[in-house]
């Protein structure tokens, strides 16, 4: 009796989606890998440098999980056998102009403490209650759905001030979303303050979580899961067309064209749309409805770019600065506190600094996009993984939601691991029936 032939499946795009589609299918098929870039791993970017006679692996976009937030991707980093490296967490933010600085141990603080604390300073207190104010009314209004509108419009209906909009919440929401501030108001409320109810008032810095980090940079998660899968490796070679027949897919790249049983398109979502050359209407509208923002990311040892008090220096820290008349806002990883390594170098990853860095200083750049949260983004969830129902070409990337978390957990590497889980799953069940 022969056996039945195995199918292949093409997985295109290499990054958090696509390893976990091809990880979840590995089994049941023949998986050729496609990646325009180089590297595999997408937003599991590491720079290893070498450092003192060693290597230091430096991620310079995924960096941290935990297991509460990200319930699809560590237990896959169990199966792998992933170092898994405790990490604090904890945030400062700093004005480069006032001198204002506070974090991670001052929302902690009584009132009183703070008061005293902060009587030279006297603006500060009222962001503090603010804080306290929108974690309290978040929660309760999350519960409620009474924060199903935008960012902007709930802030306006509580009355929050511009302080405490700039000096806390665009800081935040950019170094979780990466996207500017004109772009954070039109967020659906109950996204961010979910974002929040997962990982602490602190956001990537909550000091209440148990955050971790991959030892040796999340690269090494990215060399185990090929490892696993053991794929043909199309890397270097961009996709330049996707198409879905009755009984097949074709991938087209500049050496020609290939035939496959099934496609995991596993790439952001507009160049999902420009690849897929025949969609349905429902993949038409949910690639259609997706934006994207993309940021200026370096990797350098310029401490230029962050508070001059080193004693305040955490993981993640959250500058502002007068440019050209107005407020900018930016992000600082420190990776030595982040990777939690010790070195007579101070390592940092900026997000969008808005000034100079000494070129003789940078060691890195790159220009990552990520999804813009919208409300249209937030509707498109009630039903987005019907998308993949009875297609030749399934769909995987962070703009699907968690479904162990809820239609508000977009965006993250745990939405992109949980998509690709969900169109292998889709898939097998296809051809299982």
Known sequence: ????????????????????????????????????????????????VEDEGRVLGLDTAFIVFNRLAYPTMTPVFDELGVEMVDHPGGFNFFDLDSGLEYG???????????TARYAATPEFLPVWR?????????????LRGRAEVPMREYLDAGGYSAEFRHSYLILLCSAVWSVPAEQI????AATVIAFFMGHDEGGLGGSRVDWRTVGGGSISYVRKAIAAIGPEI????????????????????????????????????????????????????VLSTVRYNASDVALSTDTSVISGDRARWESWNYG????????RTYVV??????????????????????????????IARFRYTHPILDGAVRALQKDIYRVNENTRVKLAGS???????????????????ASGKQAALRLLAELDG
């Open 130 to 142: 603010e804080v306290r104010r929108f974690h309290t009314e978040g929660r309760r209004d999350f």
């Open 1 to 48: 009796m022969s056996q039945p032939r195995t199918p292949r499946i093409a997985v295109v795009g290499a990054g958090p989606s696509g390893i976990s589609a091809a990880y979840h299918l590995r089994e049941r098929a023949h998986i050729t890998l496609y990646e325009k870039e180089d590297r595999l791993g997408g937003h599991a970017n590491t720079v290893e």
């Open 320 to 327: 502002k600065v007068e440019l050209d008349g107005a407020p």
């Open 399 to 417: 703009y699907f939601h968690s479904p162990k978390l809820g239609v508000d957990q977009i965006g993250s590497h745990e939405a992109a691991w």
């Open 104 to 114: 991670t141990k001052e929302l902690d603080l009584p009132e009183e403490e703070v």
């Open 333 to 362: 990883y420190y990776l030595n506190k982040l990777h939690d390594f010790t070195s007579r170098t101070d390592y940092f990853i900026t997000l969008d600094y808005p000034r100079a860095l000494d070129a003789d200083k940078v």
């Open 185 to 188: 108001w039109e967020m659906p």
């Open 234 to 285: 199309r890397a270097g070679e961009p996709v330049t067309a996707v198409e879905q027949g009755a009984d097949h897919a074709t991938v087209v790249t500049a050496s020609g064209r290939e035939r496959y049983d099934h496609v995991v398109l596993a790439a952001h979502a507009d160049q999902s749309l420009a690849l897929l050359g025949n969609p349905t209407d429902h993949q038409r509208t």
